[in-house]
């Protein structure tokens, strides 16, 4: 088939491609943004890098280093030398002192040194949790005190390990300086006990370990990854995340029924209005004007009426959607159902068809597959008026998740729920798309969807199959 | 070698063509227009599409109508149909004055007017079901109609697997399925390729022979008015008006080998003269002779 015909250009004016190339571009159409976005994301030259904290430290200089630094947090790189640096130079200082021998001042109380030890041991919690070594969510049930000292003592006894060489950390997880300064800090604890007893703890300060951390490119917080959209969209969508009551999919249902229901009562007011002006010129006349006016007012304009008249919660934003969107139904429908083709309204009167039979038979029947794709459009309008409408009053819907996230400069929380609402729409819409042809068989087809072209590449693959066997 | 040959006078008519008028002028008068005149309100002011109009169409004759583009001949049959009003003057049906638009006047139009959502089968049934006739019996007769414009197979298409032809032939089954009085057709053809014409022609004559109905044909092209009417109505122009009524004096029934007989081309060469076609005709006579 076709195996001798010369290749078509891709490039040629008022022709359509073939289903093939077509189907290549709409997927190239997709894959392109998400590559530009991809490529923008991991690229180091637009970011730059930083350091996420993996072991975390506090230095003696609180004038510079001020925040409290824990395990996740980010640092840029310059910042991230600096506070290294600060750390090896806080060992030495304490090296320095160490070698003073016995009249060493080391600036604080026994008690001071060793809870200043405990600290130390509980950074090193990531390294320990990251290798399976200690289960940090027992601390759910447990009291603090106990849950602590289980965690001193899963240290403790790691650090004994290190020392000795015994352990067996995954690598990466520990530097060969950070091992060294455990080394040296071993030395000093098991000097009084072996194993971790709160009560016979080194009580003069040991070894700071080096801070560590994945190096990373720094984006901007609102230019999330695609792994971490997709990791954060998941989370979310299965509520394994800390999103609590703002639970997408619960909130999904409301935004929907609040697109769908607006819609609704939107078809129901506007489709016979619709119907009635563009029959008869009477309605069209009586009609149109207003509308075509009030469509210039904008519908959010309305929303503080709207609250007051309908109350905070979903009432005020359908009113909202069908205030939105009935406008436009009414004229776009209107001009839709005088587009009948008069031949057939004459053809129709001469077979003996009066007034009645005219809209029932003609009419109606003649703009349906018009009516059909105007009502898609209109749906698609609807979905642009929820996120307004679900401000309104009480937020709720998805729109409260990305009110509230996006504000605490959540992105990776946002962004998935605009992806969310822009997939329900379009996936809709292509359904929809995909029935008109089931539906209205006799009406001219518009151009393909990517549905519709994945429908027709299943429907082919299942017809080759049936074909061979 | 070519030469001009002498036409004999349209008006001569052989005496079965003379008898065949006689009798069709004795049949009662299905359709009378008596001065009809139509004025349309344009921004411009006032067009006179039609001025005058009077005509008489008999029971089962075949009647066209030819003019000029733009000479009224859509506005006519249009108020016939009682899709238009006249402005002065009056129409009859059966002597009965018309007031819009009815199953008695079946209309066939130049562009496809299918109802695109219905089958040919729901397509014909459309104007018995309308009448409020029993569904099986609506579909008993769509069939049979059907039938005789030769579509039987495609009674469950849609219009749009049809050709042009096809689609022409069901709505003629679909206006003569009402059994009207007169059936209307504004260049029904028009829209068609040279050899479908030709077919189409063939089937409408069949049709005509077998069915009693009245024809009201309007057309553009000269050779489908003289092959098809008992009479030609040449419709002048601005404003529209009756010219000449033009009794056809080729005998029926009617073939396609009469398009060269002396009889066609004399009408043919009238109608001709009168609508301006300013082109001279030259016949190649060797032709015409070696048909003998
Ligand atoms: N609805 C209308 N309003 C105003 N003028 C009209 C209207 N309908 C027809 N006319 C005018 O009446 C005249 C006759 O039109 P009509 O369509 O009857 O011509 P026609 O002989 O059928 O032409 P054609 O051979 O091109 O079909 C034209 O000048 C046209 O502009
Ligand atoms: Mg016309």
Same mark, same amino acid.
């Given at each position: 088939?076709?195996?001798?015909?010369?290749?078509?250009?891709?490039?040629?004016?008022?022709?359509?491609?073939?289903?093939?190339?077509?189907?290549?571009?709409?997927?190239?159409?997709?894959?392109?943004?998400?590559?530009?976005?991809?490529?923008?994301?991991?690229?180091?030259?637009?970011?730059?890098?930083?350091?996420?904290?993996?072991?975390?430290?506090?230095?003696?200089?609180?004038?510079?280093?001020?925040?409290?630094?824990?395990?996740?947090?980010?640092?840029?790189?310059?910042?991230?030398?600096?506070?290294?640096?600060?750390?090896?130079?806080?060992?030495?200082?304490?090296?320095?002192?160490?070698?003073?021998?016995?009249?060493?001042?080391?600036?604080?109380?026994?008690?001071?040194?060793?809870?200043?030890?405990?600290?130390?041991?509980?950074?090193?919690?990531?390294?320990?949790?990251?290798?399976?070594?200690?289960?940090?969510?027992?601390?759910?049930?447990?009291?603090?005190?106990?849950?602590?000292?289980?965690?001193?003592?899963?240290?403790?006894?790691?650090?004994?390990?290190?020392?000795?060489?015994?352990?067996?950390?995954?690598?990466?997880?520990?530097?060969?300086?950070?091992?060294?300064?455990?080394?040296?800090?071993?030395?000093?604890?098991?000097?009084?006990?072996?194993?971790?007893?709160?009560?016979?703890?080194?009580?003069?300060?040991?070894?700071?370990?080096?801070?560590?951390?994945?190096?990373?490119?720094?984006?901007?917080?609102?230019?999330?990854?695609?792994?971490?959209?997709?990791?954060?969209?998941?989370?979310?969508?299965?509520?394994?995340?800390?999103?609590?009551?703002?639970?997408?999919?619960?909130?999904?249902?409301?935004?929907?029924?609040?697109?769908?229901?607006?819609?609704?009562?939107?078809?129901?007011?506007?489709?016979?209005?619709?119907?009635?002006?563009?029959?008869?010129?009477?309605?069209?006349?009586?009609?149109?004007?207003?509308?075509?006016?009030?469509?210039?007012?904008?519908?959010?304009?309305?929303?503080?009426?709207?609250?007051?008249?309908?109350?905070?919660?979903?009432?005020?934003?359908?009113?909202?959607?069908?205030?939105?969107?009935?406008?436009?139904?009414?004229?776009?429908?209107?001009?839709?159902?005088?587009?009948?083709?008069?031949?057939?309204?004459?053809?129709?009167?001469?077979?003996?068809?009066?007034?009645?039979?005219?809209?029932?038979?003609?009419?109606?029947?003649?703009?349906?597959?018009?009516?059909?794709?105007?009502?898609?459009?209109?749906?698609?309008?609807?979905?642009?008026?929820?996120?307004?409408?679900?401000?309104?009053?009480?937020?709720?819907?998805?729109?409260?998740?990305?009110?509230?996230?996006?504000?605490?400069?959540?992105?990776?929380?946002?962004?998935?729920?605009?992806?969310?609402?822009?997939?329900?729409?379009?996936?809709?819409?292509?359904?929809?798309?995909?029935?008109?042809?089931?539906?209205?068989?006799?009406?001219?087809?518009?151009?393909?969807?990517?549905?519709?072209?994945?429908?027709?590449?299943?429907?082919?693959?299942?017809?080759?199959?049936?074909?061979?066997? | 070698?070519?030469?001009?040959?002498?036409?004999?006078?349209?008006?001569?008519?052989?005496?079965?063509?003379?008898?065949?008028?006689?009798?069709?002028?004795?049949?009662?008068?299905?359709?009378?227009?008596?001065?009809?005149?139509?004025?349309?309100?344009? #921004?411009? +002011?006032?067009?006179? /599409?039609?001025?005058?109009?009077?005509?008489?169409? *008999?029971?089962? =004759?075949?009647?066209?109508? !030819?003019?000029?583009?733009?000479?009224?001949?859509?506005?006519?049959?249009?108020?016939?149909?009682?899709?238009?009003?006249?402005?002065?003057?009056?129409?009859?049906?059966?002597?009965?004055?018309?007031?819009?638009?009815?199953?008695?006047?079946?209309?066939?139009?130049?562009?496809?007017?299918?109802?695109?959502?219905?089958?040919?089968?729901?397509?014909?049934?459309?104007?018995?079901?309308?009448?409020?006739?029993?569904?099986?019996?609506?579909?008993?007769?769509?069939?049979?109609?059907?039938?005789?414009?030769?579509?039987?197979?495609?009674?469950?298409?849609?219009?749009?697997?049809?050709?042009?032809?096809?689609?022409?032939?069901?709505?003629?089954?679909?206006?003569?399925?009402?059994?009207?009085?007169?059936?209307?057709?504004?260049? #029904?053809? +028009?829209?068609?390729? /040279?050899?479908?014409?030709?077919?189409?022609?063939? *089937?409408?004559? =069949?049709?005509?022979?077998? !069915?009693?109905?009245?024809?009201?044909?309007?057309?553009?092209?000269?050779?489908?008015?003289?092959?098809?009417?008992?009479?030609?109505?040449?419709?002048?122009?601005?404003?529209?008006?009756?010219?000449?009524?033009?009794?056809?004096?080729?005998?029926?029934?009617?073939?396609?080998?009469?398009?060269?007989?002396?009889?066609?081309?004399?009408?043919?060469?009238?109608?001709?003269?009168?609508?301006?076609?300013?082109?001279?005709?030259?016949?190649?006579?060797?032709?015409?002779?070696?048909?003998?």
């Amino acid at each position: 088939m076709g195996s001798h015909q010369p290749p078509q250009p891709w490039f040629r004016v008022g022709t359509l491609l073939s289903e093939k190339r077509s189907g290549v571009l709409m997927i190239c159409s997709f894959l392109l943004p998400i590559l530009i976005y991809s490529f923008v994301a991991y690229c180091p030259i637009f970011w730059g890098h930083a350091y996420e904290l993996t072991i975390a430290a506090r230095p003696d200089d609180k004038v510079e280093f001020g925040a409290t630094y824990t395990q996740g947090f980010s640092m840029e790189e310059d910042e991230f030398t600096r506070f290294q640096k600060a750390i090896r130079d806080d060992n030495e200082k304490l090296t320095a002192l160490y070698q003073q021998g016995d009249e060493a001042d080391f600036g604080m109380s026994p008690r001071a040194a060793r809870s200043h030890n405990k600290r130390l041991l509980r950074e090193f919690e990531p390294v320990l949790s990251r290798n399976g070594l200690f289960d940090i969510s027992v601390k759910e049930e447990m009291e603090t005190k106990p849950y602590y000292q289980l965690l001193y003592g899963a240290a403790y006894d790691t650090w004994g390990e290190i020392a000795t060489g015994k352990e067996q950390l995954q690598k990466g997880s520990l530097s060969e300086e950070n091992r060294e300064i455990i080394k040296k800090n071993w030395a000093l604890l098991s000097s009084v006990s072996e194993t971790y007893d709160s009560g016979k703890l080194y009580s003069k300060p040991i070894y700071k370990l080096i801070p560590q951390g994945n190096k990373q490119v720094a984006r901007a917080s609102w230019f999330p990854a695609p792994h971490q959209i997709i990791r954060r969209g998941w989370e979310d969508l299965t509520g394994k995340s800390e999103l609590g009551d703002l639970n997408v999919p619960t909130r999904y249902l409301q935004s929907l029924k609040i697109v769908f229901f607006g819609f609704f009562v939107a078809c129901l007011i506007g489709l016979p209005l619709a119907l009635l002006a563009g029959t008869f010129s009477f309605f069209s006349r009586l009609i149109e004007p207003f509308t075509d006016f009030f469509r210039y007012m904008p519908a959010p304009a309305f929303s503080t009426i709207l609250v007051v008249i309908f109350d905070i919660y979903d009432q005020p934003k359908i009113a909202l959607v069908v205030l939105g969107t009935l406008p436009h139904l009414i004229l776009m429908v209107a001009n839709t159902t005088r587009m009948v083709d008069q031949p057939l309204l004459d053809a129709a009167q001469t077979l003996g068809a009066r007034r009645g039979t005219l809209i029932s038979k003609v009419i109606v029947p003649g703009i349906l597959p018009h009516l059909y794709n105007d009502l898609r459009i209109l749906l698609g309008w609807a979905w642009t008026w929820l996120v307004i409408a679900e401000l309104i009053g009480a937020k709720s819907g998805l729109t409260e998740i990305i009110d509230t996230q996006g504000r605490r400069f959540h992105f990776d929380h946002v962004y998935p729920v605009i992806l969310l609402i822009g997939i329900t729409g379009f996936v809709t819409d292509q359904i929809l798309a995909s029935f008109r042809t089931v539906l209205f068989p006799y009406a001219a087809s518009e151009k393909k969807g990517i549905l519709s072209f994945a429908f027709a590449m299943v429907h082919k693959l299942f017809k080759s199959k049936k074909a061979t066997s | 070698m070519s030469q001009i040959i002498d036409l004999p006078d349209y008006k001569e008519q052989s005496p079965e063509v003379a008898s065949y008028f006689k009798d069709l002028k004795n049949r009662s008068k299905v359709l009378e227009v008596n001065r009809a005149g139509r004025v349309f309100a344009s #921004p411009k +002011g006032e067009i006179e /599409a039609l001025k005058d109009v009077s005509l008489d169409v *008999y029971q089962r =004759e075949f009647m066209t109508v !030819i003019g000029q583009s733009g000479c009224g001949k859509s506005t006519l049959i249009r108020i016939l149909a009682g899709l238009e009003t006249t402005t002065s003057g009056n129409v009859l049906l059966d002597g009965e004055q018309i007031t819009g638009p009815g199953s008695d006047r079946g209309m066939v139009f130049q562009g496809y007017t299918l109802f695109p959502w219905l089958t040919v089968k729901k397509n014909v049934m459309f104007g018995l079901q309308v009448s409020g006739k029993a569904m099986a019996e609506c579909e008993k007769d769509a069939l049979q109609w059907i039938d005789l414009v030769g579509l039987k197979k495609f009674a469950n298409a849609y219009p749009h697997e049809l050709s042009g032809g096809m689609k022409q032939r069901v709505a003629i089954a679909r206006a003569l399925a009402n059994r009207p009085r007169i059936l209307l057709m504004d260049e #029904p053809f +028009g829209a068609l390729d /040279a050899q479908t014409r030709a077919q189409m022609q063939a *089937y409408l004559l =069949e049709i005509w022979h077998h !069915i009693d109905v009245t024809i009201l044909f309007i057309t553009h092209d000269l050779e489908e008015a003289v092959y098809l009417s008992d009479r030609i109505l040449v419709l002048g122009a601005n404003p529209g008006h009756v010219q000449e009524i033009i009794e056809v004096p080729v005998e029926r029934p009617r073939r396609p080998e009469q398009f060269i007989t002396a009889e066609f081309l004399a009408t043919k060469k009238r109608l001709e003269n009168l609508i301006h076609v300013s082109a001279p005709e030259h016949i190649d006579t060797s032709k015409m002779l070696g048909m003998g």
